[in-house]
């Protein structure tokens, strides 16, 4: 099942985040910078505005939430974030999480998504869905640099 989330889902939003990048993320970025940006973009403020201004779902399974995703709604309409827990990971639930969010854009919306240019995974998963290559940016987090690629759809 999804649905928009709620406070009360910040705890395990704040888990499946932690879990999910040190999975994902364990070879691309050293640990210390994963706990500073998990520490700043998913704090409880953090979350909290993000429920508050933005399309944000959770997957639940058994009534268990095992995954979330974040759409933001504006001039660059993009999908900001899906994550699910591990032990989840190719079961769908990213698919049904992007579907939900996809649903309340009007057709022919452009979509985007960033996505590190060494998560192949993300990048299959967002190939799959239609979504294609937009560019690749040079970024630096402290001293470290990352490729990031831009991919974009255009909803149907």
Do not use: C
């Not at 998560?119 to 940016?137: G, L, M």
């Amino acid at each position: 099942m999804i649905r928009r989330a709620t406070y009360e889902d910040i705890p395990m939003i704040q888990k499946i985040a932690v879990e999910s990048w040190r999975q994902t993320y364990q070879q691309i970025i050293p640990p210390k910078l994963q706990q500073q940006f998990l520490a700043f973009d998913y704090n409880y403020r953090q979350l909290r505005h993000r429920i508050d201004t933005t399309l944000f779902f959770v997957a639940l399974q058994q009534d268990v939430i095992v995954g979330f995703a974040n759409f933001s709604i504006g001039t660059r309409n993009e999908l900001e974030t899906i994550y699910l827990s591990p032990t989840v990971f190719s079961e769908g639930i990213g698919h049904h999480l992007l579907v939900t969010g996809e649903s309340f854009y009007p057709a022919g919306t452009e979509l985007y998504v960033r996505v590190n240019a060494l998560n192949e995974r993300a990048i299959a998963f967002y190939t799959a869905h239609q979504f294609t290559f937009v560019e690749q940016r040079l970024e630096q987090i402290e001293t470290i640099q990352f490729r990031t690629n831009t991919m974009h759809k255009i909803l149907l």
